[in-house]
């Protein structure tokens, strides 16, 4: 009998071996899933006490100058977000920390939870911006004022106030708003201004009456902004940068400053303790204080804060007065607010 030889030629054991090999990948393919796993994106977690329209284009801006990253951008009240961080520390969720008061910035310095920004150039800020500590930077200076929508006023048949006791007149009873200085520091620097200049018993008793005539408090800094614009109110007190925009949009407002100053306050930005080791968020830490901030200024009116940078002025006052905000420190504030009855 004879035995059918099984030799192969060198084509046909080039195709046995790529079927071999075929079928190694596919049997691979299937352990892992079908699919090649792809990277996992890196996310930055950034809270911010700003309005909604500068957060919506602070995550655009992000978006499009880090396509690779994801970005959670929330926006939390000033109060409430200091009082996460000052629970949380270290161990939080957040990575940045976008547009909160100086007041609740320094104790979360003293508190050691924030990161010592030692690469930062603090010679570009104006010097009144400049904290003692150097582990948050300004974000912002925010100016208040009393504004006024007069075609509320106009069809009411009353007349703009000229000072402060003015805006305890009954015929204002229900027109006039203002942020809950508990939950707001946009509304907490009208009364820390005017306790420094009047005293705080006088001051306490001024807001007392001046309840009479506000029809709520606002949860929020830009609320009373927000009720002059939909003709919720005739008069209230806000961030001047707020108003200067709703006249470039057209609305019928008005800012008025008393003899006694405007009231001011600063916001900082930094990041939390620790999550600098990511150089991912030293490098958007990095953005937004540079160029992003830089942009921001160019299209929203307020305050300047770096050195030789235009701030857009668009129906935005100059060399406004400032007010007394002399010991404006978060324990002045917690014994203030804490003969506050209002809410």
């Given at each position: 009998?004879?035995?059918?030889?099984?030799?192969?030629?060198?084509?046909?054991i080039m195709?046995?071996?790529?079927?071999?090999?075929?079928?190694?990948?596919?049997?691979?393919?299937?352990?892992?899933?079908?699919?090649?796993?792809?990277?996992?994106?890196?996310?930055?977690?950034?809270?911010?006490?700003?309005?909604?329209?500068?957060?919506?284009?602070?995550?655009?801006?992000?978006?499009?100058?880090?396509?690779?990253?994801?970005?959670?951008?929330?926006?939390?009240?000033?109060?409430?977000?200091?009082?996460?961080?000052?629970?949380?520390?270290?161990?939080?969720?957040?990575?940045?920390?976008?547009?909160?008061?100086?007041?609740?910035?320094?104790?979360?310095?003293?508190?050691?939870?924030?990161?010592?920004?030692?690469?930062?150039?603090?010679?570009?800020?104006?010097?009144?911006?400049?904290?003692?500590?150097?582990?948050?930077?300004?974000?912002?200076?925010?100016?208040?004022?009393?504004?006024?929508?007069?075609?509320?006023?106009?069809?009411?048949?009353?007349?703009?106030?000229?000072?402060?006791?003015?805006?305890?007149?009954?015929?204002?009873?229900?027109?006039?708003?203002?942020?809950?200085?508990?939950?707001?520091?946009?509304?907490?620097?009208?009364?820390?201004?005017?306790?420094?200049?009047?005293?705080?018993?006088?001051?306490?008793?001024?807001?007392?009456?001046?309840?009479?005539?506000?029809?709520?408090?606002?949860?929020?800094?830009?609320?009373?902004a927000?009720?002059?614009?939909?003709?919720?109110?005739?008069?209230?007190?806000?961030?001047?940068?707020?108003v200067?925009?709703?006249?470039?949009?057209?609305?019928?407002?008005?800012?008025?400053?008393?003899?006694?100053?405007?009231?001011?306050?600063?916001?900082?930005?930094?990041?939390?303790?620790?999550?600098?080791?990511?150089?991912?968020?030293?490098?958007?830490?990095?953005?937004?204080?540079?160029?992003f901030?830089?942009?921001?200024?160019?299209?929203?009116?307020?305050?300047?804060?770096i050195?030789?940078?235009?701030?857009?002025?668009?129906?935005?006052?100059?060399?406004?007065?400032?007010?007394?905000?002399?010991?404006?420190?978060?324990?002045?504030?917690?014994?203030?607010?804490?003969?506050?009855?209002h809410?």
């Amino acid at each position: 009998m004879r035995i059918k030889s099984t030799k192969m030629n060198g084509s046909e054991i080039m195709k046995k071996a790529l079927i071999i090999m075929l079928s190694v990948l596919m049997t691979l393919v299937m352990f892992t899933g079908c699919t090649p796993k792809e990277k996992e994106r890196e996310t930055i977690v950034i809270y911010s006490a700003a309005n909604t329209k500068r957060l919506e284009n602070m995550q655009t801006m992000l978006s499009e100058k880090f396509p690779d990253y994801d970005f959670v951008v929330e926006y939390l009240g000033t109060s409430k977000l200091a009082a996460k961080l000052m629970a949380e520390g270290t161990d939080t969720d957040i990575d940045i920390i976008h547009d909160l008061s100086f007041t609740n910035m320094n104790k979360l310095s003293e508190m050691g939870y924030l990161t010592k920004l030692d690469w930062v150039d603090y010679s570009r800020y104006y010097e009144d911006g400049n904290p003692a500590s150097k582990d948050y930077v300004i974000e912002c200076k925010v100016c208040g004022a009393v504004a006024v929508n007069t075609k509320v006023l106009e069809e009411k048949g009353l007349p703009e106030p000229t000072c402060w006791e003015d805006l305890l007149k009954p015929e204002y009873k229900g027109l006039v708003s203002m942020s809950d200085p508990k939950s707001s520091s946009a509304g907490y620097m009208f009364v820390k201004m005017l306790a420094n200049t009047w005293g705080e018993e006088k001051c306490l008793e001024y807001f007392d009456k001046l309840m009479d005539n506000v029809a709520q408090l606002q949860s929020g800094g830009n609320g009373p902004a927000n009720a002059l614009v939909s003709e919720e109110a005739a008069i209230a007190l806000v961030m001047a940068s707020n108003v200067s925009e709703a006249i470039t949009a057209g609305d019928p407002l008005k800012l008025l400053f008393f003899d006694e100053g405007a009231p001011v306050a600063y916001y900082g930005q930094t990041i939390v303790k620790g999550k600098d080791s990511r150089p991912i968020v030293k490098e958007v830490f990095d953005y937004l204080i540079y160029d992003f901030r830089i942009k921001e200024m160019e299209i929203y009116p307020g305050e300047p804060v770096i050195v030789g940078v235009k701030q857009n002025i668009e129906n935005y006052p100059d060399d406004i007065k400032l007010g007394d905000m002399s010991n404006d420190t978060l324990e002045a504030k917690e014994a203030l607010l804490a003969k506050w009855t209002h809410s």
